[in-house]
RNA sequence: GGGCGAUUGGCUCAGUGGUAGAGCGCCUCGUUCACACCGAGGAGGUCACUGGUUCGAACCCAGUAUCGCCCACCA
């Protein structure tokens, strides 16, 4: 048998001798040729090619703290799909892998695996040996945690990453991403924490990044800040409150509806629509609060909706974002209740003057807002302002989107960068950039413009957490030790990366941390979206290798999931449009959900128990592929295994197959791919049945759809293997009575298979790679795509329909034998065949090979006949002993 | 409330104006001379519904229903 080990048959570039197995199988494919494509570095980018020759992929970091699960799979595959296209079209394909260790989920996993917690205000620890090293899957409890200074928190994130990541790259391995796996980053990393300080500051230096200090959604339970782009909507039980405030000017009362009687405190006005006649006589009047007694203006906005609730509503600093609008636009004062915590606030306000309502508040101060809700309620019975029960209702509240409690809305000092939220003009920029980009498939691009036109403010970057990139910027402190906001020290570029915790701003020195006239450092993060937003800067070498940055920058194409879509794929293009004022890349290439049978989309918990390795190895990774690589971009797909069992009987097909077609001659002659020896029609018109293939794939790939490149290889390859092969398989044997049909047989299988196995390279590349090794120099994964040209050449002006009339007439010839119960070699003495009248020329054409696949031995009519389906009638069969 | 997808045989899906397709599953056979991780043959669908355009509609237009998703919606 042949010796298989391509890290020791190195074969000269004319291969004279097959080494075709005796028996072909996908056991250990995966092992074998990973191992050769490494050693080989055939992914490896050549740094010295030029931008025009370069595919550069802007591939997206899985999140290392999590697992991947088969979205992961389903969705990488597709971009390797196009990356191993593009590299046989000759592109040198930059695919490099980036690794999501920043942010909240790996500070969670570095917390319980090592005990740790961090105090940014502790001193950096040389040689810090963390309390616990895993603990057999269970967490180390909070309060078992041992403070850590940031860097040192950081260095554990960054190591327990780097294990993480070892096991991520294992399995992309054996899926076969033909990622240059020297190409990493991780989002954590230095230069990753380098490029997002370094654009911050050039943002800050543009005015595209500022400071404010404002109301915003805040996360009680992370005690975080949170972006527009991370909230969702999620249904939240509550239940409407008739309360009654009392005009001033003894008019009786006003009845305003609300789900947070706890926010009474907070009230600073009511508001009605300024056309609704229910209200106009109290505009400009004043009432007094039910329990506080505080007195408010009634006054008039547009935001009113005089169909919801009562029609006139209490304006609290804040209950939402519409209070946010009114205390803006109607210049309200601030009289916020509910702290950073989501408890209302130790001290009495001072604006509630009244005995009654200090002394209500005292029994709120501190408590979360449900328990303060029910103590307000109770005392609005008591005092007979609640009219009628309250009615449940169903509504929606923002939650943040890792979060399990809706958002409050507290005025923090926060880093806001601009994106056309507060500006008309940034906006229509920003629109007029995802017009230019190729979303694939067309109808994501809605998705982008939906989320631009519905912007309500900046982009808010900070976060008050710790394992992210920090700040670069400090604050000098004036005498009194205050902070100034308004002119913050920042490093230079060439400093980069910083922490402001542990380093020192130019012209201080530590022991002036924190004291008055010295400096202080920003104390917040950045959020995970802003250093993801700048991938394509952090792979490509911005500010650190101009040279390759100038060769792969901007980049063609952006692989991501339609979720991030307002996110990463936005954001992105809010920093390439800022820095360079153009788009990241030319395309975005969408993928849809996986699916689990019940039609829900596959979460991460119902995902792990089908380990991605484990279906990798049950299945074989050609044929998880190949389910992958069914599914169209932006469909979602099921999870069917049913499917990756047609992707295996594939690609054992193409191994047998090919053994077949290699087969004839003898052994130690070379396998003719010359196409003057093709000179039968039915061989010139299989190539140019081919040759439409090629080109009907090609334009499909170009496209960004493989699943027709990879539908119509298939089915073509179906046909090969079923009518043709059987068709000329019986001349392609039969050297001695006839050497030309022989070699015209030949020569058009060692075509076709040399042809189709570039084809079916990037869907399945461990069976075509394991073919091409048998018979060809190289690997399959760097030759040339192929064209339909040299296979037009060689079929000449044959009818691609030779082959198609021919075997619709063999399975005439086969439906009588099964009909006749009978085996498929057994003779057929006479018969007349019927076939369509316009494929009768065609069939004649094959009429040779069609008698020895048919196996007929006597007498075969060929009539015309007046439908469109052949038939084989008035058959005689041979018996059992005439088959040999 | 606005929008985007989807709806085709039991299942998973192709099919953007010209006589309904594939694979799986099912039924009937066959088979070890490429392939039992197999081969051959067969049955099975008024293309969600209602109108319209057209010589002709699964496909184009209008509307309806169901499912999924995105955005908005906290009085």
């Not at 005796?22 to 990973?34: A, M, P, Q, T, Y």
């Not at 000017?249 to 300024?274: Q, S």
């Not at 954001?571 to 990241?584: D, I, K, Q, Y």
């Not at 007498?859 to 059992?880: N, P």
């Amino acid at each position: 048998m042949a010796e298989l080990n391509p890290l020791t048959s190195r074969v000269p570039a004319t291969r004279a001798v097959r080494e075709v197995p005796d028996r072909v199988s996908l056991d250990g494919v995966e092992e074998r040729w990973d191992a050769s494509w490494s050693q080989q570095g055939l992914y490896a980018f050549d740094r010295t090619a030029a931008r025009e020759q370069v595919y550069s992929i802007d591939t997206p970091p899985p999140t290392v703290s999590g697992s991947l699960h088969v979205g992961h799979v389903f969705s990488y595959t597709h971009t390797d799909v196009v990356a191993r296209y593009r590299r046989m079209r000759g592109a040198e394909v930059f695919y490099p892998m980036g690794w999501d260790d920043n942010g909240l989920p790996t500070e969670r996993r570095v917390q319980n695996y090592y005990g740790v917690r961090c105090d940014p205000s502790l001193p950096y620890v040389e040689g810090f040996v963390p309390p616990h090293q895993g603990t057999d899957g269970k967490a180390v409890k909070p309060t078992d945690q041992v403070p850590v200074s940031r860097r040192n928190f950081i260095e554990l994130c960054v190591r327990l990453s780097a294990e993480d990541e070892q096991q991520f790259e294992a399995l992309w391995r054996r899926l076969g991403l033909s990622v240059d796996w020297s190409r990493t980053y991780q989002t954590i990393g230095e230069r990753a924490r380098a490029v997002a300080q370094a654009a911050f500051l050039r943002n800050l230096a543009r005015g595209e990044a500022y400071q404010a200090e404002a109301p915003g959604l805040w996360d009680v339970t992370f005690q975080t800040a949170v972006a527009q782009a991370e909230l969702e909507a999620r249904d939240y039980p509550g239940a409407y409150h008739r309360v009654a405030f009392h005009r001033t000017d003894g008019g009786g009362d006003v009845h305003i509806e609300t789900t947070r009687p706890e926010l009474l405190p907070a009230c600073v006005a009511l508001i009605a629509h300024p056309d609704d006649e229910r209200y106009q006589h109290l505009f400009g009047s004043t009432v007094t609060s039910p329990l506080f007694g505080v007195e408010l203006p009634v006054l008039a906005h547009p935001a009113a909706e005089p169909d919801k609730g009562a029609g006139i509503a209490m304006c609290c600093t804040f209950g939402d974002l519409t209070d946010v609008q009114w205390w803006r636009e109607l210049r309200l004062p601030t009289r916020s209740v509910v702290g950073r915590d989501g408890r209302l606030q130790r001290e009495t306000p001072d604006w509630i003057t009244a005995d009654g309502g200090r002394a209500l508040y005292a029994q709120l101060a501190g408590k979360t807002t449900f328990s303060a809700r029910e103590t307000v309620v109770a005392g609005l019975r008591d005092s007979g302002e609640l009219a009628g029960e309250p009615v449940a209702t169903q509504r929606k509240a923002n939650f943040y989107e890792k979060g399990d409690k809706p958002l409050e809305i507290v005025t923090s000092r926060q880093w806001y960068i601009r994106n056309g939220g507060r500006d008309e003009d940034l906006r229509a920029a920003l629109l007029t950039r995802g017009a230019e980009l190729g979303f694939h498939p067309e109808f994501m691009r809605v998705r982008y413009e939906n989320w631009v036109n519905g912007l309500n403010g900046d982009w808010l970057v900070s976060r008050q957490r710790f394992f992210g990139v920090p700040f670069p910027v400090w604050y000098r402190l004036d005498e009194d030790g205050s902070p100034d906001h308004g002119n913050p020290l920042v490093p230079a570029e060439s400093a980069l990366p910083i922490d402001p915790s542990t380093d020192c701003p130019e012209g201080f020195t530590e022991d002036q941390r924190g004291a008055p006239g010295g400096f202080a450092a920003d104390p917040d993060v950045m959020d995970t979206w802003a250093t993801s937003s700048l991938s394509p800067l952090i792979v490509g070498g911005w500010l650190s290798d101009d040279d390759l940055f100038s060769r792969v920058y901007p980049m063609d194409l952006r692989p991501q999931g339609q979720d991030i879509i307002r996110t990463w794929l936005f954001s992105t293009v809010v920093r390439s449009h800022l820095e360079f004022g153009a788009l990241p890349w030319s395309d975005a290439a969408i993928s849809g959900w996986i699916l689990d049978p019940d039609r829900k989309k596959m979460s991460k918990s119902k995902g792990n128990v089908v380990t991605p390795m484990g279906l990798l190895e049950e299945h074989g990774s050609d044929a998880v592929r190949y389910w992958a690589a069914s599914a169209k971009l932006g469909t979602d797909a099921a999870f069917e295994v049913g499917q990756m069992k047609i992707g295996r009987r594939l690609a054992i097909k193409v191994l047998n197959a090919s053994k077949f077609a290699l087969s004839f001659g003898a052994a130690d002659e070379p396998v003719s791919l010359d196409p003057a020896h093709v000179t039968r029609p039915i061989d010139r018109a299989m190539l140019a049945g081919l040759a439409d293939v090629v080109e009907t794939a090609t334009a499909a790939l170009e496209a960004y759809d493989h699943t027709r490149a990879l539908e119509v290889t298939e089915t073509f390859f179906w046909t090969f293997c079923d009518d043709y092969l059987e068709l000329v398989k019986d001349r392609a044997y039969a050297a001695t009575d006839d050497p030309a049909g022989a070699a015209s047989a030949r020569a058009a299988l060692g075509i076709a298979l040399d042809t189709l196995l570039r084809l079916f390279a990037p869907v399945l590349p461990f069976a075509t790679e394991e073919v091409w090794s048998w018979w060809r120099e190289g690997s399959v994964h760097r030759a040339a795509w192929p064209t339909a040209e040299p296979l037009r050449v060689a079929a000449g002006d044959a009818d691609a329909g030779v082959v198609a009339a021919a075997g619709a007439a063999l399975a005439a010839l086969r439906k009588v034998k099964s009909e006749a119960k009978v085996s498929m070699r057994t003779p057929i003495t006479a018969v007349t065949l019927t076939v369509p009248a316009a494929a009768r020329t065609s069939v004649e054409l094959a009429l040779t090979d069609l008698r020895a696949a048919g196996r007929v031995t006597g007498t075969l009519d060929l009539v015309s006949g007046e439908d469109g389906s052949s038939v084989a009638r008035d058959a005689e069969l041979g018996t059992a002993e005439q088959r040999a």
